[in-house]
């Protein structure tokens, strides 16, 4: 839908989503609760977190691409969805 | 095969009793097989395996994508635990999971440090099992001992 920054391709959206789909079926099977966030640790310390949400109904899938993992960084989440929302719907966003 | 599996549950369940908030310890094969795990809480061995498995092959494709060789760890939080999955070797995996009690960096540090122990086991193993062969190799190339020969031209002689 949208990039900012080195994203690496549009082939990326497509795994970035599968990753979550994935992650959320282990969490049924081993009943873990919702799934909040997931993560890959790469080289140098560099992480790609992986978020999903539900705006209008409709399912986003959120990647994030650091040098390291940035303080607050469910806050700075919920911050970027917010605003997807707002551009998205135009409304503020609700956590279902 | 079984002697490296064996250690490998000893070593896991080691683990989980060690650590309080570690719930489950889980090693499986690349393509899904469980091999070994321990845990506190009841898991579907077989069914997490393959999602396991799964969730590392896509981290590892979009590593790749990002311009990586594969990625390190995968984590995956939710509201009740943490989970991370890790290569253990070419060949395994482990995945390694924790209430949310339980600090990220410690799961991370602790799923690194098992690793290292497992693919000492497995290689630790193999080598005891090429030891083996080559003994046993050694065993059918000596020559029959010089009774058994003599006893062997004795018996053919009497037998003519």
Redesign the interface.
């Given at each position: 839908m949208a990039e900012a920054g080195r994203a690496?391709?549009e082939?990326?959206a497509a795994?970035?989503t599968?990753?979550m789909e994935?992650?959320q079926?282990?969490?049924d099977?081993?009943?873990?609760?919702?799934?909040?966030?997931?993560?890959?640790?790469?080289?140098k310390g560099r992480m790609?977190l992986m978020h999903e949400a539900t705006i209008d109904g409709q399912a986003i899938y959120l990647s994030i691409?650091c040098g390291g993992?940035p303080a607050g960084v469910q806050s700075l989440i919920g911050k970027i969805v917010a605003c997807v929302s707002k551009a998205l719907t135009g409304n503020e966003y609700r956590e279902l | 095969m079984s002697n490296y599996k064996d250690a490998c549950r000893r070593e896991l369940k080691h683990l989980v009793e060690r650590e309080q908030h570690l719930d489950a310890a889980l090693l499986c094969s690349v393509d899904g097989l469980p091999i070994a795990y321990a845990s506190t809480i009841e898991i579907e061995a077989d069914a997490l395996s393959a999602m396991c498995s799964s969730m590392l092959s896509l981290g590892d494709a979009l590593a790749i994508q990002g311009g990586d060789d594969n990625c390190i760890q995968v984590v995956t939080q939710s509201m009740g635990r943490t989970v991370a999955l890790i290569h253990a070797g070419q060949e395994m995996l482990l995945t390694l999971m924790g209430s949310r009690e339980l600090k990220l960096g410690m799961l991370l540090g602790h799923a690194r440090k098992e690793v290292e122990v497992i693919v000492e086991l497995v290689n630790k193993s193999h080598h005891e099992e090429r030891i083996t062969e080559q003994e046993k190799t050694i065993e059918q190339k000596k020559p029959a001992l010089l009774e058994e020969l003599v006893k062997r031209v004795m018996q053919e002689a009497q037998e003519r």
């Open positions: 690496p391709g082939e990326f795994y970035s599968s990753l994935t992650s079926t282990m969490a099977i081993a009943d873990l609760g919702n799934p909040v966030c997931s993560a890959l640790v790469l080289n790609l691409l993992v | -």
